[in-house]
């Protein structure tokens, strides 16, 4: 039997509605991880710290998407639970649109200032041409990518998570064949793992638009003629801020535990923390999947009016974070060795500096899921300004400043504890709004 987003949600039902979301957000992160393991070891660590140090610019001009998906899926699913479905295919649509010619004046914008901002980032004599060869490419197909990161909310909201999970599976093994063909068989190096990126993409953001354009009886939602409402793309930007401000503050954070790390240790340095960043992806992929699928119950019932069962879904997923956290903390520690070895194997001393920097940071990982899903809740509840803050504070000024002191405090350690610490501070902010709102949304 099909789960509407209307229904009572036990934690089987819930499990069950967020799994394919959880899955394809984990998906998605293997397959970016693949293209690490594939530069790093057959074009070598120079390339892949090539690769990390670029890579926060273009999630920046990416993550445009997880704003529009987020923002335009709480206030669709709001609308849906107002009983307005021609209204809410109307936003959808407008939603859509949007993403096309914004995203459209990003890849000019981003293929434009690539060198600028590789060199502006640090980016040493050695690995510059790589820096902007990677990046051109990659920021070519920031349409699709924005797409695809949108679509990823949207199928949860049309109630097809199932379907989203599908297509995300299809763009991943294309991503990974096309590594395997480009990088390993025809020798293409950077611009064959980049094309790989982009191609992959393709599949992932293109596929939804093919199915969404027809009507459908089993599907909530449709592409039609776009609202008209200018206001409401201010509104789903508004309410998507949190997103944006994740990625574009986990973005400027990368560049300055980049700019840190070359100071300190150097290119090793860099090449640790983007395989730190590679794995951090998979773990904290599950939590992110579960804050992205369940956003669109959270959005339906608050539109709704149902504030029993937003208690119900605020309890039961503080709960079902509160034990990921602790089952992906103690997974990380087991496999350190593992994935160590499988992204720097080849250098001794990058596989010494990798173990015994990860053993330190997935200690993070406890507190993360808690600190994203009451983000995420509140976005789905259509308050962008308290998700906003919580994001702005968790990713931007704790981490920056911890990054910037805990090393004065305890060297090299201190900057692979700063992640832990910030989100230390982050749960106290968290709570706080939790309790502060409890009696305008009636949660609690």
């Given at each position: 039997m099909p789960i509407?987003?209307?229904?009572?949600?036990?934690?089987?039902?819930?499990?069950?509605f967020v799994l394919p979301t959880s899955a394809m957000m984990i998906f998605t992160s293997i397959y970016g991880v693949v293209d690490g393991l594939f530069v790093s070891n057959f074009i070598g660590k120079t390339p892949f710290a090539a690769i990390n140090l670029i890579m926060p610019f273009i999630m920046i001009l990416g993550g445009m998407g997880f704003m529009i998906g987020t923002g335009g899926t709480a206030l669709v699913t709001k609308i849906l639970g107002q009983g307005d479905h021609e209204r809410a295919n109307r936003t959808f649509s407008l939603c859509i649109l949007f993403t096309v010619l914004f995203g459209a004046l990003l890849t000019v914008f981003g293929v434009t200032c690539t060198r600028p901002i590789a060199h502006l980032l640090g980016a040493s004599d050695a690995m510059i041409e790589d820096c902007v060869l990677y990046g051109r490419i990659v920021i070519a197909f920031t349409v699709p990518f924005m797409l695809q990161s949108v679509f990823q909310s949207f199928l949860a909201a049309a109630e097809k998570p199932k379907l989203g999970f599908i297509v995300t599976v299809a763009a991943g093994c294309t991503n990974a064949a096309l590594d395997a063909l480009f990088i390993a068989g025809f020798r293409?190096?950077?611009?064959?793992?980049?094309?790989?990126?982009?191609?992959?993409?393709?599949?992932?953001?293109?596929?939804?638009?093919?199915?969404?354009?027809?009507?459908?009886?089993?599907?909530?939602?449709r592409l039609c003629r776009p609202a008209r409402e200018i206001r409401q793309l201010f509104a789903v930007c508004a309410n998507g801020s949190s997103e944006l401000m994740n990625n574009i503050s986990a973005s400027l954070v990368s560049m300055l535990y980049n700019f840190i790390l070359m100071e300190r240790i150097g290119e090793d340095?860099?090449?640790?923390?983007?395989?730190?960043?590679?794995?951090?992806?998979?773990?904290?992929?599950?939590?992110?999947?579960?804050?992205?699928?369940?956003?669109?119950?959270?959005?339906?019932?608050?539109?709704?009016?149902?504030?029993?069962?937003?208690?119900?879904?605020?309890?039961?997923?503080?709960l079902l974070m509160g034990l990921a956290g602790i089952c992906l903390t103690g997974l990380a520690e087991a496999l350190t060795i593992p994935l160590a070895h499988l992204f720097v194997g080849y250098d001794a001393t990058l596989y010494a500096l990798t173990v015994h920097a990860f053993r330190i940071f997935s200690f993070s990982f406890l507190l993360t899921g808690i600190n994203i899903y009451v983000s995420g809740f509140f976005t789905a509840l259509n308050n962008g300004g308290v998700s906003a803050l919580i994001a702005f504070l968790r990713t931007l000024i704790f981490q920056s400043a911890s990054v910037l002191l805990l090393p004065l405090l305890f060297g090299v350690d201190g900057i692979w504890w700063a992640i832990t610490?910030?989100?230390?501070?982050?749960?106290?902010?968290?709570l706080a709004m939790l309790f502060f709102n409890r009696k305008k949304y009636g949660y609690f």
């Open positions: 509407r987003l209307s229904d009572h949600f036990t934690y089987r039902r819930l499990i069950r293409w190096g950077l611009a064959g793992a980049a094309l790989a990126t982009g191609i992959g993409q393709c599949v992932g953001g293109l596929i939804p638009v093919i199915y969404f354009a027809k009507e459908r009886p089993a599907c909530l939602l340095g860099v090449s640790a923390y983007g395989v730190l960043m590679y794995v951090q992806f998979i773990f904290v992929a599950l939590e992110v999947g579960y804050s992205v699928g369940a956003a669109p119950i959270v959005g339906y019932h608050y539109g709704a009016e149902n504030r029993e069962e937003l208690k119900n879904l605020l309890r039961k997923s503080l610490a910030a989100e230390v501070f982050a749960l106290i902010v968290s």
